[in-house]
């Protein structure tokens, strides 16, 4: 009987570490891809996703030190928030507006097309169970109710289909340009009244998320970074990870060792001003997937996360293949 087990486990997870297997190769050749591709300058560019008339906006953001997390008399803090700390990241772009349906629906629904699938461009979701906008509208839109790992694999996509290398920012990258050098609790101030003119929230939206880039940007052209939908980061959330020396690195990354949580920023339509100040984190939990019907719940959808959504950035500095592939696969997606 054990050894049954153990024998109908390895079959069951034989698909998964071919995948593995097939991730390594396919960033092996993307970076040499990437590599031989002429270095841009670093300005903002808009990107037309090839054999396709979508296109997306990247905006640059100079690297710099700042003080990430929030002072104990902030309004709406958490202890979570702190201490504060400080942090110097690298230079990378990011993008203008999160990720729309219209960008998403390419990677998500490339089967129903009938178009052969790219060698270079990785796994895909499979067919989700609901209408995954939720009638809340598609074009112009912020795609929602992705999992971590299909935002990894988004990026993955897009990087194949582009030759430039994309990944989800780290908190550190996320926080820094969403404060877009203020020191306050929003980019804009300490005013929350002045929220409106920033940001879709609770007290704005009509219950339900609205156009990207419909509301102010912060001071270096970011728009949405409060507000609208909650955006996915690359880190596992900890909540005393700000307290320990490697917090306070070059570039910090507390990589994912556990499917939950992984850590989520910014705030959604659905949550009231505290949640959308530049310091506010939150954690995914597995109750984003309680009304998944399959077993095992879906590697791809947070169907009860409706408020999800994501945005990407690219490191002005390029990295090797390895790297490239600890961003795509954090190796807890099937758990």
Avoid at 39 to 56: A, D, M, Q
Avoid at 63 to 81: A, H, I, L, N, Q
Avoid at 114 to 126: F, I, L, M, N, R
Avoid at 155 to 163: C, D, E, M, P, V
Wanted: charged share 25%.
């Amino acid at each position: 009987m054990r050894y049954g087990w153990v024998l109908l486990s390895t079959l069951a997870f034989a698909p998964v570490f071919a995948q593995v297997k097939d991730d390594a190769a396919l960033a092996e050749r993307l970076a040499r891809k990437i590599a031989a591709a002429p270095k841009p300058e670093f300005k903002t560019y808009k990107t037309t996703i090839p054999g396709t008339t979508v296109s997306y906006e990247m905006m640059p953001v100079a690297g710099g030190t700042f003080v990430m997390g929030s002072p104990e008399s902030e309004k709406g803090r958490k202890k979570d928030e702190g201490p504060q700390h400080t942090v110097t990241v690298d230079a990378f772009w990011m993008g203008k507006f999160e990720v729309t349906w219209d960008e998403y629906r390419l990677f998500q629904f490339w089967e129903a097309d009938g178009k052969e699938p790219d060698v270079d461009a990785g796994s895909h979701p499979t067919k989700p169970y609901v209408e995954m906008s939720f009638g809340m509208g598609i074009n112009g839109y912020p795609a929602i109710s992705m999992t971590q790992h299909a935002a990894n694999k988004y990026a993955q996509w897009l990087s194949a289909k582009t030759g430039h290398f994309y990944r989800l920012p780290t908190e550190a990258e996320w926080e820094y340009a969403c404060r877009a050098g203020s020191k306050t609790a929003y980019s804009f101030g300490d005013d929350e009244s002045q929220l409106g003119g920033y940001a879709w929230f609770k007290a704005n939206s009509q219950g339900k998320y609205q156009l990207v880039g419909s509301k102010k940007p912060n001071a270096w052209g970011l728009h949405d970074m409060m507000g609208n939908v909650m955006e996915w980061t690359l880190d596992q959330y900890s909540a005393d990870f700000y307290a320990k020396p490697e917090a306070s690195r070059r570039n910090p990354w507390l990589v994912s060792t556990k499917p939950y949580p992984q850590s989520v920023r910014g705030g959604s339509w659905d949550d009231g001003a505290a949640a959308c100040r530049c310091a506010a984190r939150v954690g995914s939990d597995p109750s984003w997937k309680v009304q998944d019907p399959q077993l095992p719940k879906s590697i791809w959808y947070h169907t009860d996360a409706q408020g999800l959504g994501f945005r990407l950035v690219r490191p002005l500095k390029t990295p090797g293949a390895k790297e490239m592939f600890r961003y795509w696969n954090n190796g807890v997606e099937g758990e």
